[in-house]
C-alpha cells in the first residue's frame, strides 16, 4: 500500500510547490503563494520535502494559521523555521509574518524588532504585494507602538503603490494619525513641498479655532495651493462632513450661567471667555443671549422660552444639580453643553454633551505620559476626601488598563502625618528593621542606611501648591529623591516664583496652554482686560472660550469621535457618553521656574 501511495505523494508535492511558487528574482529566492491545501496537509508535505521546498510549505502553513487567526499554531510553525537558512525573499516574508503575529498579540515592539532584519534591504526588489504587506506591518506596528508620526510617514510612502479600496483606506489612516498629532509636531515634522508636510498642514487647519465657514475657507485656499496632492484630489471624510457643517452656521446660542450665589465668580469667568472668543471671531451673524441660572426656577419653561426665541444650542448651565436634571432626560428640545459633569448617570440624552476641568482627565494624562516613558510600576500620593478618591479611581482605571501596576496609595491629610506615610509608602520602616535584626543577631554595633523600597518607577501626585512643596523634600529626606513623579496641575499657581518652588525642581506635571503659551492672541488680550486671568483663574476663562470654540464643531464632534480641536484648555475631543475630554500639555520646575516639555508622540 505504502509503495503504491508514494507517487502519488510525489505528484501532490509537485503541485503543492507550484502552488506555492510566486515571483522569483534573482538571487532572492522564491516567495509561498497561496496554495488550496489546508496548514496541516503543507506541513505534512513538507517533512517529505527538500530543505527549500520544506521552507516555502511552512511559510505557506504559517500565513494560513495566521490568517485564520490560529496564533498558536502560527507560532509552533514559524519555530519550526531556522531564519539564518532562508534565501532573502524567504526571510522577508517570515519576518513579516513574525510581525504581524507580534501585533496580533499586541506586541509592537516585537513585532518593530522583527522588521528590522537586514533582508529588508532587499525589499524594493520583491513584488509590490510583498513590499506593501511589509510596510504596512511597519506603519501598524508603530502605531501600536504610540509612534503616529512615523506611522504616517510610513503610509504615506507606500500610498503610491496602493490601488482600490486598500488606497482609500491607507488614505483615511493617514489622516486619522496626523489629526491626532500633537500641534507641536505639525509644524516641525515633514519636509517642505513633500507630502507629508501636506497632511500635517491641512491637519493645522481643521483643528484651529475659527468657525467651520472660515475653516472651509481655508481648505479651499490650501486645495488651490496644492492640487496634486492626495488629500487635495480627495479630502477625507472628516473635512467632507465640516463643509456639510458649514452650510448650517449657528446663528443663536443662549449662555445660561450663575451671576449670584458661590458660582458667581466661576460663571463671570465663563462668560468673559467665551464672550472674548466670540469678539475675536469676527462672527457678526451669531447672537448670543445671556442667562442667569441661579434665577433659574423651570427648566422646561426656560427651554420652551428658547425654542420660540430661535436658540440652536444652550451652552450650560454650570451647576451640577441642573446638569443631573438634564441627564435624567430621555431626550433635550434643543443641543445642550453643559459646562460640568454628572457624576451620576452613565447615559445621558444624545442632545446633551458634557465639558469641563475635570481632575480625572488630569488622571489619564499623566497615566497615559508616564506609560509612554516607561514607567510601570507606581504609588500614589492623593489628598484625603471626595476628590482625590476620584482622581486616584480614575489614574487606578486607566494605569492597570495599560498594564501599569499601583504598588501602593497615601491618603495626604495633616502635615504632621506626612513623614510617617511616605516612610510607609516607601516601606522604610522594614529596612530600618533588618538592621535592628542583623544588629541584634551580630550583637554588635551595624552602621545601616534605611532604604527605601526598589520596586517603583514613579509617584502619581495630586496635591495642592503648599502640599507639594512639603511632599517634594519629605520624599528626599526619606531616601527618594531619585524618584520620577507626575503630577496633575493643582500643584501649580499659574505663575512662577522661584524663592518658593525650588522644592518643586523636577516634578513633572501636565497644563492648559492658556498657562503654558504666553503668545495666545486671545490670552493676552483677555489678561490686559481681566489681570486674574493669567494666574489659576484663568483656567476657567479658557474654559469659556473653548465653549465658544466647541459650540460650532459639536455635530463634527459627534459624527466623527476621531476629530479634535487645538483649545486653551488642551487638545479636545468626544469620548463616549458625549463628554468633551482634554489631552494636555506637559512642563516640569527646574530651578524653580516653569519648562514646557515636547510630546513625546512621534
Keep these: 500500500m505504502i509503495a503504491r501511495l508514494r507517487p502519488l505523494s510525489v505528484l501532490c508535492l509537485a503541485g503543492l510547490l507550484s502552488a506555492c511558487a510566486g515571483q522569483q528574482t534573482s538571487g532572492l529566492g522564491e516567495l509561498p503563494g497561496k496554495p488550496q491545501a489546508s496548514a ?35 507560532q509552533q510553525i514559524l519555530d519550526l523555521i531556522r531564519l539564518d537558512e532562508l534565501l532573502p525573499a524567504q526571510q522577508i516574508f517570515a519576518s513579516t509574518l513574525t510581525a504581524e503575529l507580534a ?22 526588489e520583491l513584488p509590490v504585494g510583498q513590499q506593501v504587506r511589509s510596510q504596512l506591518a511597519r506603519a501598524n506596528a508603530l502605531q501600536a507602538d504610540q509612534q503616529p508620526l512615523a506611522a504616517a510617514r510610513e503610509r504615506v510612502f507606500i500610498a ?10 491607507n488614505h483615511e489612516a493617514i489622516w486619522t494619525l496626523v489629526a491626532g498629532l500633537p500641534s507641536s509636531q505639525l509644524s516641525s515634522a515633514g519636509t517642505p513641498g513633500d507630502d507629508l508636510a501636506g497632511w500635517l498642514e491641512l491637519s493645522r487647519l481643521a483643528r484651529g479655532s475659527a468657525t467651520p465657514a472660515q475653516q472651509v475657507a481655508s481648505i479651499a485656499e490650501w486645495q488651490a495651493r496644492n492640487p496634486q496632492h492626495p488629500a487635495a484630489r480627495q479630502l477625507p471624510q472628516s473635512l467632507v462632513k465640516l463643509q456639510e457643517i458649514a452650510t448650517r452656521p449657528l446663528t443663536r446660542i443662549a449662555l445660561l450661567l450663575p451671576e449670584q450665589g458661590q458660582l458667581a465668580s466661576v460663571g463671570k469667568a465663563l462668560r468673559d471667555g467665551f464672550v472674548a472668543a466670540h469678539y475675536q471671531s469676527g462672527d457678526s451673524a451669531l447672537n448670543i443671549s445671556l442667562h442667569d441660572s441661579s434665577k433659574l426656577t423651570d427648566l422646561d419653561a426656560f427651554y420652551r422660552q428658547a425654542q420660540a426665541d430661535g436658540v440652536q444650542l444652550v451652552v450650560g448651565p454650570l451647576e451640577k444639580p441642573l446638569v443631573s436634571q438634564l441627564s435624567q432626560r430621555q431626550q433635550l428640545p434643543i443641543p445642550t453643553l453643559a459646562l460640568n459633569y454628572n457624576e451620576g448617570r452613565a447615559e445621558a440624552p444624545a442632545q446633551l454633551f458634557q465639558f469641563g476641568l475635570a481632575a480625572e482627565d488630569e488622571a489619564r494624562e499623566v497615566a497615559q505620559r508616564a506609560w509612554e516613558d516607561g514607567m510601570r510600576r507606581a504609588v500614589a500620593l492623593v489628598p484625603s476626601g471626595e476628590w482625590g478618591n476620584r482622581v486616584l479611581a480614575a489614574f487606578r482605571k486607566d494605569w492597570e488598563a495599560r498594564g501599569g501596576t499601583l504598588i501602593a496609595t497615601e491618603h495626604v491629610d495633616q502635615p504632621v502625618r506626612l513623614a510617617q506615610q511616605i516612610a510607609d509608602l516607601l516601606k522604610l520602616r522594614d529596612s530600618e528593621a533588618r538592621a535592628k535584626r542583623l544588629q541584634s543577631a551580630l550583637g554588635s554595633a551595624v552602621e545601616a542606611q534605611p532604604a527605601r523600597r526598589q520596586d517603583i518607577d514613579f509617584v502619581f501626585l495630586a496635591a495642592t501648591p503648599a502640599q507639594a512643596r512639603q511632599i517634594k523634600p519629605t520624599l528626599a529626606f526619606q531616601y527618594a529623591g531619585d524618584l520620577p513623579i507626575y503630577a496633575t496641575s493643582h500643584l501649580f499657581t499659574g505663575s512662577s516664583d522661584p524663592s518658593q518652588d525650588l522644592d518643586l525642581d523636577g516634578i513633572r506635571f501636565c497644563e492648559t ?76 520646575y527646574r530651578n524653580g521656574q516653569v519648562q514646557r516639555l515636547e510630546s513625546t508622540a512621534q
Design 103 to 124: 501585533l496580533a498579540r499586541n506586541k509592537p515592539k516585537a513585532a518593530l524588532h522583527a522588521l528590522q532584519h537586514p533582508s529588508f534591504a532587499r525589499l524594493g
Design 160 to 169: 503610491p503603490l496602493l490601488e482600490g479600496q486598500a488606497s482609500a483606506n
Design 513 to 588: 496652554p492658556w498657562l503654558l503659551d504666553s503668545s495666545d492672541p486671545l490670552r493676552n488680550q483677555v489678561i490686559g482686560e481681566w489681570p486674574a486671568a493669567g494666574g489659576s483663574l484663568g483656567r476657567l476663562y479658557a474654559m469659556g472660550a473653548d465653549a465658544y470654540r466647541l459650540a460650532p464643531r459639536l455635530s463634527q464632534l459627534q459624527a466623527l469621535p476621531s476629530t479634535r480641536l487645538d483649545g486653551l484648555t488642551g487638545s479636545l475631543s468626544l469620548a463616549p457618553g458625549q463628554r468633551i475630554v482634554r489631552r494636555l500639555p506637559w512642563a516640569e
Design 40 to 74: 496541516e496537509q503543507l506541513l505534512l508535505q513538507a517533512q517529505q520535502g527538500k530543505p527549500e521546498q520544506a521552507a516555502l510549505l511552512r511559510l505557506s502553513a504559517a500565513d494560513q494559521a495566521l490568517s485564520q487567526r490560529n496564533l498558536a499554531q502560527a
